[in-house]
């Protein structure tokens, strides 16, 4: 090989680093490029998250304001009112369904839309419920109905607060699979507390079940009749016919599938007999609403509950093990092995699927 001259070695060594160069600066544009693009997409990402959060901080507004401007208009009818009314101060509408003691109605009182209870004679004593209905109407909770007045020469009528979208049962059952556990979880959470306000006012419910829990606009659930059932009491027609939910036992009536064993047994209620009730929701909750104890008669229930018998987890549709191991501490034989309401409501909130 011809030794290379010192000019050519010098020209190819700095050709060869200009190349170099060349090639680095070409890389580097084209990073920077790459990373001006990324850092455009983010900002479009970051811009479309900001728009939706924005959208969302909107949506929730205006549903608070309706919310309030709702509970606003409720509150002067309360206090605006004499609490006990004439039948004449109602107007009634359509019929919103129909229970074992009446019929519901949508109906008008001071312009307000208004949901109107009539009881069937006989239901109860008008003096017993006036007693009870006085209690009632001092129970302001967001998870409770509130009871707006009452007509108490018969037909009795209860007037509440209107909620749009009906009974819980009804709602689950046209929403079979169609629901994830996130929603479940917050009915039962929005029932638990209604339920633990009612606990803390030493209030005993009585008839907890997803029938007796109404669903309003935005995913908002409130329990209903509260206390009622005790002042109801078996209407002579009634009495010795069993209905589908309730038995009568002598004058009084039970909810059978419902009620805890002790409340049976020996006919005293107690918060702890609302705990176990919770649990029979849950179940209404996680199977769309499906009767419980499935495939058993009532014959059946009374004597294989108090011996010891629960119903097995739900399978179809899925129940998650978590939800299921709540119910089953609502359903612990000693009552006192129950959980309050208000520790329910924090377990809720760790429920996996
Ligand atoms: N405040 C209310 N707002 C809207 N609908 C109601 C209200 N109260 C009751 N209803 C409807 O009337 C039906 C009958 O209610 P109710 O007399 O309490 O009987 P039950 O509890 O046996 O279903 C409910 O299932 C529900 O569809
Ligand atoms: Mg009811």
Request: hydrophobic share 40%.
């Amino acid at each position: 090989m011809m030794p290379m001259s010192g000019e050519l070695s010098l020209f190819l060594t700095l050709s060869g680093a200009l190349g170099m160069v060349a090639v680095l600066l070409f890389n580097l544009v084209r990073r920077r490029g790459r990373e001006e693009e990324a850092e455009k997409k983010r900002q479009r990402r970051r811009g479309r998250e900001e728009e939706a959060e924005k959208n969302r901080q909107r949506r929730i507004g205006r549903e608070e304001e309706a919310e309030s401007k709702q509970e606003r208009k409720i509150r002067q009818t309360v206090s605006a009112d004499p609490w006990e009314i004439n039948h004449s101060s109602i107007k009634l509408g359509t019929c919103l369904g129909e229970g074992f003691f009446g019929v519901v109605y949508q109906g008008l009182y001071n312009n307000t839309p208004v949901a109107v209870k009539t009881l069937r004679r006989g239901t109860m004593a008008p003096r017993d419920f006036l007693k009870e209905a006085q209690i009632m109407k001092t129970m302001e909770h967001p998870n409770l109905i509130q009871l707006l007045a009452v007509c108490t020469e018969e037909p009795i009528y209860i007037i509440t607060e209107l909620m749009k979208n009906g009974s819980l049962l009804d709602y689950l059952k046209v929403r079979v699979g169609r629901l994830h556990l996130n929603d479940q979880i917050e009915m039962a959470a929005q029932v638990a507390s209604g339920m633990a306000y009612l606990e803390m006012k030493k209030y005993i419910h009585r008839d907890l079940a997803a029938r007796n829990v109404l669903v309003g606009e935005n995913n908002v659930y409130k329990v209903a009749d509260f206390g009622l059932s005790r002042v109801l009491q078996a209407p002579p027609m009634l009495c010795n016919q069993t209905n589908l939910y309730y038995i009568s036992v002598g004058k009084a009536i039970f909810p059978l599938r419902w009620t805890a064993p002790e409340a049976i047994a020996n006919e005293t209620f107690t918060i702890k007999c609302d705990v176990w009730s919770f649990g029979i929701l849950l179940y209404e909750i996680m199977t769309f609403g499906k009767m419980p104890y499935p495939n058993m008669n009532d014959t059946q229930v009374k004597r294989m509950v108090p011996d010891g018998y629960r119903m097995p987890c739900p399978v179809d549709p899925y129940c998650s093990q978590d939800m299921y191991n709540i119910m089953l501490d609502c359903w612990k034989e000693n009552k006192n092995d129950r959980p309050t309401f208000k520790t329910l409501k924090m377990s809720l909130r760790n429920v996996r699927g």
